[in-house]
Structures are given as C-alpha cells and as structure tokens.
C-alpha cells in the first residue's frame, strides 16, 4: 500500500516553480513587479538570448539588507502583506502590491543559478546571495548603487523536461518583450531600458523615460501613430466601496488590427488577460469593426479592492470582479463614450502608399490595375484632345464649341463662405467615378466614399428611429425546437438564458442534456435553432455570460442585421449626386455620431491637408 510522506524541499520548490515559472518572460515578470514594489523609478532589463541564458534586472529601489536576502530566498516570506493583512482577522484581498504570495525568488532559485545582490539605501556597502538550483553557493559583500540587481542563469538547465519545451531565443525575446512593454504601459513615472543581446551583438529595443504623459508612454511603446489615432478615456463611477475609474486611450475604429495583440488591459496596475475585459472591448465596437478585425488600445481600469480578487492565478494574470456586469457595462458604455467624442473621426491622413501613387505630371500609358478597377475599365488616363496652340489660332480658342472639351458636372467653384469654415467635412465640390465626394475645407481637401459613409448615416438612423429594439422582439415558434447538447453547454445557456430574453431569444431547459427553443428575434427568425445554440453556447464558454444579453454573439448578429439593412438602404456607389446632395451627406455626416466610419471599421472619409497638396507640386 502507498505510504503518504512528506516531499523533499527542493522538489515542493521545483513543483511550485512550475505554477509560476513557466519560460524566462514569467521569471522576468515577477523580477520587475519586485522592482516595482521596491519603489524603483529606473529599471533597467539585460537578456542574453531572451532570457533563455541570462536575464538581469537593476533597480534604484528601497534594496534589502543581508538578513532581508537570506528571507526573500525562503517560501512564503514577504514584505508586501502588511500585518492588518495577516491574521484570521486580515483581508488579504486588501493587498495593493504587484506581488504578495512570497513565491517568486526561491521558485526561481530552484530550477536556475539566481545571483542577488542589493544594497539599502544609505548603507555602507551591499550584499551578494548566489543560489544554484536551489543550493546556496556563495554570499558576501558586494559592491553596487543603493538598489538590488538580480541575475538569472542557466534556466531550466537541471530540469530537462521543463527546457526542452523552451521555444526559440527569438520567441523567448518577444515573450520577454511583451512582458515589459505592459509593465511599462502601467507605470509611466517609471523610466524602463531593455536590452537583448544574440550572436554577440546587443542592442537598446526600449527606452522610456519617467513621468511621461500615458498617452505618450502608450503611443511609443505600441505605435506612434497611434496617438493621432484615438481618444482619451476618463469616466468615474461610484461603487459601494468607492470609486471606479476607467482611463487610457481607445483607438478609432478605423484604426484596427488583425489580431487582438495590440489590446492592453490593466486592473488596479496589473496588465491582465482577461476575459471578461476582452468581451468588453468586443462589445463596444461591436458595431463599428468587422469581426475579422480588432481594436487597438490601452485600457486602465482602478477600482476599490474588494471589488476585485487578484488572487485566483499563481502568474495574477487573471482577476475575479465581484460585479462583473456592472464591470462590462461600465467599460462598455466608457468606450462608446469616448468613442462618441471621435465620432467624425477617421484614421488620420491617406495612407502613404496611395500618396506615393501620386504622379507629378500626366504620363500618357495604359491604366493601372487599380484604376481600371476603380473606373470600371475606361481609360481615365488616355491624352485627351488637345486645343489648337493659342499662337496660332487664339480667336478659335474661343470660339471652340462646348462640346469639343470634356464637361464635368461641378458647380463652377465659388471661394468659401465664411459660415462654411465651420464644416469639418468643408464643401462638397464634384464627385470622382460617381463614388467619391471631393470636398474642400479650411483646412484641406477632402475625399468622402458615399456609399460607406451613407450606410453609417442609415445605421444610426435606424437606431434612432427604435429598429434595434425591433429586431429584438421575439417571434414564437409553433412547434418549439428541442436542441440536444452537452449538459455542461445546457448549463451555461439556462444560466444565460434571462439576458438572452431580453434579445428576444427564449429558451427553457428540456431534460439534463436538451434545450427548448420557444421564440427567437424576429430580425434571424430563419436562423437554425440547433447551430444558433450551439455558436451561443461556445460564446459563453469563451467569453463569460453577459448580464445584458446573455451572450456577445446575439448581439453582434442583430448588429449585424441591422447593418444589412443599413448596406441595402443606402446610397450606393456609382449614383450621380448633385452638388447639394453632396453638401447634404456631408453636413449629416458632421452631425452623425460615428461616421467616420463604416459598419466594417473602414474610413468614410480621408483628408488631404494643405501642406501635402503643395507637398504634391514641390512647393514645401
């Protein structure tokens, strides 16, 4: 029979490593959060390889003394739970520093060569701790500036079932990076170097300086673009235990990615990945971006601290809010309102590519491909007719017949009034293939794609006039479906099943392992019961119930409804527009929240400014 007994230290260290030292970018996490919790306001990050032979991190913090190093190298020792915070009594859910679980450096120490050194600030000298997987080796003065530095070797090296799962040095390098451009998103009053040396070579990859504005710190870490391209946020809600406020800088719509790793979300100064946070983000521009696309932003969420447990992950890098919904909503209703601030908003400028398609004269030669597909294969760049030369024959000149020169529908170009400097959009002054308004403003010329920015104007009009709450209402079934699924996804559609009902899809439990549909929205009454619940089920699972709506999905398909009927009720591209319907778009579009972009996330509208259309005829 087995016996129950106690494991060896070493080995219960290795196993704990395990939850919280996955490759060198979590070794380097817990480092910095130390760092950070020391009061650092310099740090300074060296990796050789990425981490996977060396990772070093010095700091200008509180530092530690001999005795303090010989506790921080032993298991659950810390400095960073105050004693109210300990006890039958305490609260450790109270706890305000990036760590507390006093796990970090002898996990570490055990499956690595850790080197501490650290000096107190107005001590005489410092002090020098090297343990080798998890064997003290060495200890003794040191020299060094009042702070600590900790170095980490040869990770994994007597572990090779953990190392041979070790990606590449460049994997390792981007992990590692990701890991310190969220710190540093998180404390802009701290100035961060990273360092990366491959091959013998090393190289600076990121430089920050303290106190710099969120904005900045934000844009140069992820884009520089970016801070052209979005809002700010700074919405405040009260909650039972104090304030909630939600800051950072949202991306317009128009402004979007590919993959949802530009979207950075901080609790209380911890970056997060989670998924509550995620769904939030989804949810609010849910109708401004096509779902193969995703925002980019920094979102800083601070809230009292019994209103959320950072203690349910080893690695805190998951949260449990104890109001989710309220959480969801107020994240929701903050982006959308910052948003609304942006709304005639597009992404700043044309992109630079289709500038460096500009030609300096016209060159008489077959088309582009682009442009054929733009003008539906006529040749728009062919030489056009050339007058007799004035020398010879001025008074023909002007008796040339109108016909005899291409005509164009504008309006003959008048200067702006002044009331006109008001227009954003300016004022409309032709139209380009019957599908792009040209419009001069103050301040620039600009180039509106009517048919995109129509089908927002329709959207918005919809709502207004309360489509959206008709296309929730429930339309019953005469024979009610009975879907079979999996308990397990019976049980999250029965514990979502209210909010669901309030998108007009109603839903009761038949049985353990079956669903009964009774009603659906009447906007996807022709939707297939059995794969509808199934899609809202692994929405669920993915994203979290939605006090709401249930379920993200729903909603996105009656947005997505709803933006069908805006596509089909709206201009269409290659109408003629006379030059008052054009001003008419543009001053709707001045008025409408949103319409600087599509329903897809894609511009409505770019502009041209003064300076690169002179640019664009050399005179800068």
Known sequence: MPQIRRLPSTLVNRIAAGEVVERPASALKEVVENAIDAGARRIDIALTDGGLTRLEVTDDGCGMSAEEMELALERHATSKLPDTLIGEEGAIEMVETLGFRGEALPSIASVARLTLESRVQGAAEGWRCVVDHGEPVEEGPAALPPGTRVRVEQLFARVPARRKFLRTARSEYIASLDVIRRLAMARPEIAFTLTNGAEGKERTVLRTQ?????????????????????????????????????????????????????????????????????????????????????????????????????????????????????????????????????DRRSAQGPDRKAMERWQAEPVAHSPQASLESIFSGRDWTAAQPRPARVSEAGADWNRASSDALPMGRAEEAEPIPDEARQYPLGIARGQVANTYIVAEAADGLVLVDQHAAHERLVLERLRAAGAGEAAKRSQALLVPDVVEMDEVDCDRLEE????????????????????????????????????????????????????????????????????????????????????AEMNALLREMESTPRSGQCNHGRPTWVKLSMEDVEKLFGRH
Not at 267 to 284: E, S, T
Not at 508 to 537: H, N, Q, T, W, Y
């Open 210 to 342: 303290p106190g710099e504005p969120l904005a900045t710190r934000v844009a140069q870490i992820v884009a520089h673009e970016l801070k052209d391209n979005s809002v700010p946020i700074d919405l405040t809600r009260e909650t039972p235990h104090g304030a909630m406020r939600l800051t950072g800088i949202a991306g317009l719509p128009t402004y979007n990615r590919g993959v949802a790793d530009h979207q950075y979300l901080f609790v209380n100064g911890r970056p997060v990945k989670d998924r509550l946070l995620v769904g939030a983000v989804r949810g609010a521009y849910s109708d401004m971006l096509a779902r193969d696309r995703h925002a980019v932003l920094a979102l800083f969420l601070d809230l009292p601290p019994q209103e959320v447990d950072v203690n349910v992950h080893p690695a805190k890098t998951e949260v449990r809010f104890r109001d989710a919904s309220g959480v969801r909503g107020f994240i929701v209703s903050g982006l959308r309102q910052a948003l609304a601030t942006g």
């Open 496 to 579: 979502a099943a209210e909010g669901l009902a309030r998108f007009g899809l109603v839903i009761e439990r038949f049985g353990p392992s079956a669903m009964l549909v009774r009603a659906v929205p009447a906007a996807i009454a022709k939707a297939d019961s059995d794969r509808l619940l199934r899609d809202l089920a692994d929405d669920i699972a993915h994203h979290g119930k939605q006090e709401d709506s249930g379920s993200l999905l729903l909603a996105e398909r009656l947005e997505y409804t709803l933006a069908t009927m805006a596509c089909h009720g709206s201009v269409r591209a290659g109408r003629v527009l006379s030059v």
